[in-house]
């Protein structure tokens, strides 16, 4: 297999469904080389892929033995022999092309196993290992992409991977809910007074109120810490598409705030307007 391009087909079936499921992150690999933008996409197809395998399977045996299949299938698609599935070509190209480590795609495996409901997280020391198994390591594997040119970095990857998924959580709490899943370690729904029962339609009361103020400065905690990486990775477009990621995954939050914390009657999202406002924003970081 060419060391230079993913095969067509695959590599177009993969930017489909990165625009179709990911839409932030594809607005924001705009400015990506196209070897680098192939990869990207393909890496995410994979992961939507065992990410889908949970969300579509018919109850709880079923799911855990498909995660299991997945996790065989890696060595399979990196052999050329997993030709039905559509994104397999352009997979193993991007893992063979970057060298992205076996062991991240085995983490992320284990990371979506975590969703196999019900899940009742209960500290934050396990809503944080949840959050490196379905986020972090994607940023690992990303780093390989974008070229991360100081190592020492990669912890800052980490950091922005929690960032993120604390953001979908804030964002998706009664769509998770709604599936038998509670991020919000039970730990601190208490701490604040919180049942559970109220993750599904509010109220928006005081309480909801400290409580998302705390998960929201948390997040930004994160984003913050994530900077110093950011600026270590390449400045042939993977700089400027981490910050723009960076910068609308972050508008989220404000956006939560702006629905005064009701994350219960619309989906907090970030604005196509607003999008374009941070691009320039990204634009300037990543010139600096």
Partial sequence: MSQNCAPADSAVYCRRVTSRHAKSFYFSSMGLP??????????????????????????????????????????????????????????????????????????????????????????????????????????????????????????????LGIAMQLTNICRDIREDHERGRIYLPAEELDRFGIPAGQLADGPVNQAWISLMQFQIARARDYYRSSEPGIQALAKDGSQFTVWLMRYVYGGILDEIERLRYDVFSRRAATSKWRKAQLALKAWRASRH
């Fill in 34 to 159: 196209p070897r680098k933008k192939e990869a990207a996409y393909a890496v995410y197809a994979f992961c939507r892929y065992a990410d889908d395998v949970v969300d579509e399977a018919p109850d709880h045996d079923t799911a855990a033995i498909a995660i299991e299949k997945v996790g065989r299938e890696f060595d399979r698609i990196l052999a050329g022999e997993a030709e039905e599935l559509p994104f397999a070509p352009a997979f193993a190209w991007a893992v063979n092309r970057y060298q992205i480590p076996r062991q991240l795609f085995l983490d992320l495996v284990k990371g979506v196993s975590m969703d196999l409901g019900p899940v009742r997280l209960q500290t934050w020391e396990e809503l944080r290992d949840y959050c490196y198994h379905v986020a972090s390591v994607v940023g690992l594997m990303m780093c390989r992409i974008f070229e991360l040119e100081d190592q020492t970095q990669q912890a800052r990857a980490i950091d």
